[in-house]
């Protein structure tokens, strides 16, 4: 069965400062990979999304993540951070053949000024 | 834009009623999602339907039901609700299982069973 961790519950850091938020999934098996973010009292937003191609992959928003298949991971990245990106990030990932999410428990981004 | 309405923000319900959650998408989707979420577990896949009538159980389906009459509504039926259901619960919609489709996020229907 496929799982995914994502290893920082919260993650503080100041303002324009670079944040990494790690994902790392389990499978045997082609994936697509997600970023979704959840401002607070909103449903989800996807911010970017790894189907095949190019292993850095742009988003919303000013950020970016990387696929590495041999150490099945995503990272999320952004190399300076704002206080409206004070939220909660989920990695999601899918079968190729399914339709299926399946999220990590997500991580919570504190931006401080 | 795609829009996944929740019938309600936020609902107090009492131990043993029956609750309907209800879920509208306006952009003709085929695939629709119930999720709960809870803190430090994610979010985790109650039912999915991929048509009309059609629905799958997923992960964590015990204790709940479904209704899909029509195309664009996902109702999600506790029928006998518990504390243990106190959660927020998340619709989501998709256009079809085909590769990379996201999925489309409601606002979310904070649930309270006392």
């Known amino acids: 069965a496929q799982s995914v961790t994502q290893l920082d519950s919260q993650v503080p850091v100041f303002e324009e400062a670079p944040v990494e938020l790690r994902c790392n999934y389990s499978?045997?098996?082609?994936?697509?990979l997600f970023w979704y973010v959840q401002y607070p009292n909103q449903g989800l937003q996807l911010l970017l999304k790894?189907?095949?191609?190019?292993?850095l992959v742009k988003g919303i928003n000013g950020f970016e993540a990387e696929f590495n298949k041999s150490q099945t991971s995503f990272h999320l990245r952004k190399p300076s951070v704002h206080i409206s990106d004070t939220a909660e990030y989920f990695c999601a990932v899918r079968m190729e053949y399914g339709n299926k999410l399946v999220f990590g428990a997500g991580t919570i981004l504190r931006v401080k000024s | 834009d795609v829009k996944v309405t929740q019938s309600s923000r936020y609902l107090v319900k009492r131990t043993g009623e029956k609750v309907f959650l209800e879920c509208v998408q306006d952009m003709d989707h085929e695939n629709m999602f119930w999720y709960r979420q809870d803190p430090g577990l994610g979010l985790r896949l109650i039912y999915f339907s991929y048509d009309v009538k059609m629905k799958e159980k997923g992960d964590i389906p015990e204790g709940y039901s479904v209704s899909r009459e029509k195309k664009e509504r996902f109702s999600l039926i506790l029928e006998s609700a518990s504390t243990n259901q106190t959660s927020m619960y998340l619709c989501?919609?998709?256009?079809?299982?085909?590769?990379?489709?996201?999925?489309?996020f409601g606002p979310g229907t904070r649930l309270t069973v006392l």
């Open positions: 989501a919609s998709s256009l079809t299982s085909a590769r990379g489709n996201e999925q489309f």
């Open positions: 790894y189907l095949s191609g190019s292993t």
């Open positions: 499978s045997s098996v082609s994936v697509y």
